[in-house]
């Protein structure tokens, strides 16, 4: 696998967040294009209305697949690196530190954490910043 590092350590599913949001949205303005034309002619207003009600269904099937999983591994990710931190520090993670330093945290190697964490509280960094004071990066390769 090759290593990561700063510039290339984001991963794109292209399938899931390139083409099939494309699809669904093609698909739900079809319905609706449909649904006129089924208000205009008076005819089949009943199959127009579940076409819509379809494509609404596959919109929350998307939303649900994306967030779920995420939210699910930012909780992973919050109590793997409160466990680092405890094991590094003796103490927990600061709770003034948002999701995204922890998650940018968690690509700092044992010896820069614990400097990296009170540097985020202290000057509010963000994410990318402190992705970015990382000297040696640790790579994440298992991902969701």
């Not at 399938?15 to 609706?32: E, K």
């Not at 109590?79 to 530190?97: C, H, M, Q, V």
Request: hydrophobic fraction near 45%; charged fraction near 20%.
């Amino acid at each position: 696998m090759k290593k990561q590092s700063y510039s290339n350590h984001r991963q794109l599913k292209w399938v899931f967040q390139g083409i099939l949001p494309i699809l669904i949205l093609a698909s739900l303005v079809g319905s609706l294009i449909n649904i006129t034309h089924s208000l205009d002619n008076n005819s089949d207003l009943f199959d127009a209305c579940l076409v819509i009600c379809i494509n609404l269904v596959f919109c929350f099937i998307y939303y649900f697949l994306w967030t779920q999983p995420l939210r699910l591994q930012d909780r992973l990710i919050r109590a793997e690196e409160n466990f680092r931190f405890y094991i590094i520090t003796g103490k927990p993670l600061d709770s003034r530190l948002h999701m995204s330093q922890i998650i940018a945290l968690r690509f700092a190697p044992d010896s820069e954490l614990a400097d990296l964490a009170k540097e985020a509280i202290e000057k509010h960094l963000t994410g990318p910043e402190i992705k970015k004071l990382i000297n040696r990066w640790r790579g994440d390769y298992h991902r969701i």
